[in-house]
């Protein structure tokens, strides 16, 4: 659809939403009435689907709805970003999405969505540590051993990551440069098919949040070297930063936000973002997130202000180093 029609048609769809759900109507009071769908960009079972089932199942308690997980995989995240800016506002659809939304821009020549005007913003959700993890049988017992593997084997050690623009593939790119080693990288549709590729061997090393790894790291099925964190985390205390480790200034942390289609109902947005604050707060949901290493932002970033504030600063910071360091799909 050429792109004046397309803005024609979504000014209607809004419009004919806003109608339906317009402030005061019997259907404001009754949202949401049907099942609402939370678009996750990468596979299932991995870091954005594990958070998105856990708090969608919680959420269920205030909307008095079922929240639909839709695994809307590929493209490091922009193919569901495309589905839901593109998808009809009305209240029922909604994206959780990271860092990525950030990075897109500068990444995608051809990115069929604006980050910083398709959306309504909901909220902030949570900030998740990463950890660098290795295949189990890798013969690097720490860190250091690692490096001296690295060097000797170079490209023939792969490096799993879940596309471009995925966190896994800033934090896989960041660590190759910092460590000064030609790695191979290798993509997946999220991390959950590259973590089954670690655990049987295919590939070497993953870059993922703690909300995926934290399992299999209790459990012995991958070595972790390092975390991403300025300081060690609580889960992991034995465990030093990559930054300690010799890696200066080595920081990944990924925060997560909830997004609208452009037009979506205010009275949608504000109830979606009040019922995902109650499910933060919900005891189990907290204490799950805090075992898996994953922290909740403060009050005034839990609100569509920190959402976009968080979206325009890391857009700003992001986009001049992807430009200058030329990594671009298109
Ligand atoms: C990533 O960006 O690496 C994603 O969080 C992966 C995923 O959720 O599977």
């Known amino acids: 659809m050429k792109p004046i029609r397309r803005s024609i048609v979504r000014t209607l769809l809004a419009t004919a939403a806003a109608l339906a759900i317009g402030p005061g109507s019997a259907l404001a009071q009754s949202y949401p009435a049907k099942p609402i769908t939370l678009v996750v960009p990468f596979a299932a079972g991995g870091p954005t689907d594990v958070v998105a089932r856990m708090l969608g199942a919680a959420m269920m308690k205030s909307l008095g709805q079922t929240v639909v997980i839709e695994n809307k995989t590929g493209a490091g995240g922009t193919i569901a970003a495309t589905a839901v800016a593109r998808a009809v506002p009305d209240g029922y659809t909604f994206l959780i999405h990271h860092n990525g939304m950030a990075t897109a821009p500068a990444l995608y020549r051809k990115l069929s969505y604006n980050p910083l005007t ?21 013969p690097a017992k720490d860190f250091k051993e690692l490096q001296t ?48 590729a670690l655990l049987g061997g295919q590939v070497d090393l993953l870059c993922d949040q703690t909300t995926s790894t934290t399992p299999f790291i209790k459990s012995g099925s991958v070595k972790l070297y390092g975390v991403t964190t300025s300081s060690r985390l609580k889960t992991f205390p034995e465990t030093p930063t990559l930054a300690e480790q010799g890696l200066a200034g080595f920081q990944v942390v990924v925060w997560h936000g909830i997004y609208a289609p452009k037009g979506s109902p205010k009275e949608a947005v504000d109830k979606f ?51 200058a360091a030329g990594q671009f799909a298109d």
Request: one cysteine or more.
């Open 118 to 138: 398709d959306f309504e913003y909901v909220s902030q959700v949570i900030d998740v540590p990463m950890t660098l993890v290795g295949r189990k049988d890798l």
């Open 273 to 323: 973002g009040a019922a995902l604050r109650a499910a933060l707060k919900d005891p189990a949901v907290a204490a799950r997130l805090a075992e898996l290493g994953a922290a909740v932002p403060s009050d005034d970033r839990l609100t569509p202000v920190g959402l976009q504030t968080i979206l325009q600063q890391e857009t700003q910071r992001y986009g001049p180093v992807i430009k």
């Open 149 to 196: 593997y690295l060097r000797a084997n170079a490209s023939k050690v792969n490096l799993a990551h879940a596309g471009l623009g995925a966190v896994s593939h800033l934090c896989g790119m960041l660590f190759r440069q910092a460590v000064g080693v030609e790695l191979t990288t290798v993509p997946y549709q999220g991390t959950s098919p590259a973590m089954n």
